[in-house]
């Protein structure tokens, strides 16, 4: 079975520039995570989606992340424009139903993020 | 807000040895979850205990929780340097449909 896939796997790119970070859940998974990870502060939700609606985008630092999930099988995560202190690993997760947290989470391996 | 907390932040062991890891979280929860990463990997689910559960196994790990303490522990015996990774708990709140919160975790290093 295909497991959560997420591209690019690595992105360098300049501060000020757009990025655009992708997602496949695992079909028939009604909730996608989005995360991201840094040494200070690891492992963080920016944002989850229930059967493709945004339940809870708190964790979103700042207006210059916004995430979509047009469908069932896809998702994005854009920072734009991106800064320095955006650099870091972020992780897609999806998982099955029941609730936000009764089921275990399928992680990509993740986008390693550069903002130069 | 609620979060788990590893600990130790690292352990370094020898092949063959048990490793155990500890969480300690702060408020009432439903469940508790396991998860293992490799270096530039993602998380991969472990285990998953219920608040109603003291103990539960999978095949070289055994998890334990005390709600009283708030605690957990992670026990993976006669460990294999393929063990080598880092182990995050996860916790969620008992009140209401709130999703997943993981710790820093603990960077295990088993040496052959």
């Known amino acids: 079975d295909a497991g959560v896939i997420q591209s690019p796997r690595h992105e360098v790119t300049e501060m000020g520039q757009e990025v655009t970070l992708r997602c496949k859940p695992i079909?028939?998974?009604?909730?996608l995570f989005w995360y991201r990870q840094t040494m200070m502060r690891g492992l963080e939700l920016l944002i989850y989606?229930?059967?493709?609606?945004?339940?809870?985008d708190s964790g979103m630092p700042e207006d210059r992340f916004s995430a979509k999930m047009p469908n069932a099988s896809f998702s994005t995560l854009k920072i734009q424009p991106s800064e320095p202190r955006d650099s870091a690993v972020y992780f897609c997760?999806?998982?099955?139903?029941?609730?936000?947290?009764?089921?275990?989470?399928?992680f990509g391996d993740g986008t390693r993020l550069s903002i130069l | 807000s609620q979060q788990g907390e590893e600990d130790p932040q690292a352990l370094s062991i020898q092949e063959g040895e048990n490793a155990t890891m500890n969480c300690s979280y702060k408020?009432?929860?439903?469940?508790l979850q396991w998860y293992r990463q490799n270096s530039g990997r993602g998380l991969v689910h472990l285990i998953l205990?219920?608040?109603?559960?003291r103990e539960k196994h999978s095949g070289r790990l055994r998890v334990t929780l005390d709600t009283s303490k708030k605690s957990s522990s992670l026990l993976i015996t006669a460990s294999r340097a393929a063990d080598t990774a880092s182990y995050f708990c996860?916790?969620?709140?008992?009140?209401?449909?709130?999703?997943?919160?993981f710790g820093k975790g603990t960077r295990l290093s088993v040496i052959a």
């Open positions: 997760a999806s998982s099955f139903s029941s609730g936000a947290s009764n089921q275990p989470q399928h």
């Open positions: 079909s028939g998974h009604d909730y």
């Open positions: 989606f229930n059967n493709n609606v945004p339940i809870d």
């Open positions: 408020t009432s929860i439903n469940n």
């Open positions: 205990i219920r608040s109603n559960e």
């Open positions: 996860a916790t969620d709140a008992r009140s209401g449909n709130t999703p997943l919160v």
